[in-house]
């Protein structure tokens, strides 16, 4: 029996979902090997629920921000996930969390990093500053998650052209096709990397 990739989905807020539909597309059009164990989510109104049950995906949800880190961790352990894949996860995860979890945890960033990462920098709000600085190009970032935003090691990038751009959402329009490409493509990368580690 070939030895599956444990992934699981961490979302906050009214996520809508976009890059998990992506990624749980690309990994059943080109069967990886990926268990997905489950999808957290933190209001129970989220989008992303819908697009949760359309793939038979588990969601959880964990509102009490008091004991989040707590019964994340739990979960994790329980299920062994091997990576955690930040969608649309707003918030900071703890230090302490981030030593006593074993796995990865991979986010994706919607700007070419280290510019115009860091907190508060999120979704629009970095479009808006992008398009503020007239800037030429912007582009995608997924990045390892340590203790401090957007600074863990970026595991790939891909830059756009963007000059021709007249507003910020059609920044963040040009910017998230391509997360949907690139999202995908590095978890498939880093599930064939572990199986051919741990056959
Ligand atoms: C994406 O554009 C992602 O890059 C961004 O939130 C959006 C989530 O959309 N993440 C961040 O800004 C993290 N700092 P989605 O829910 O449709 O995938």
Redesign the pocket.
Known sequence: MQRSFNIAFL?SGK??????EAIMTHLQERNVPIETKFLIITRADAP?TQRAEKFGVRYILLDDKNTFEQELLALLNKNNVHLVV?????RKLSEDFLQKYSGDII????ALLPKFGGKS???MR?HEKVFKMKEKFSG?SVHYVNERY?EGEVIAQQKIPIGHCTSAEEI?GE??KI?HQLYPEVIEKLAHEYLKLHK
């Open positions: 979302t996520s809508r979902g976009s890059n998990f992303i930040l969608a649309g996860f707003m986010n994706i960033h919607p920098m999120f979704g970095v995608a957007d963040a910017v998230l997360e």
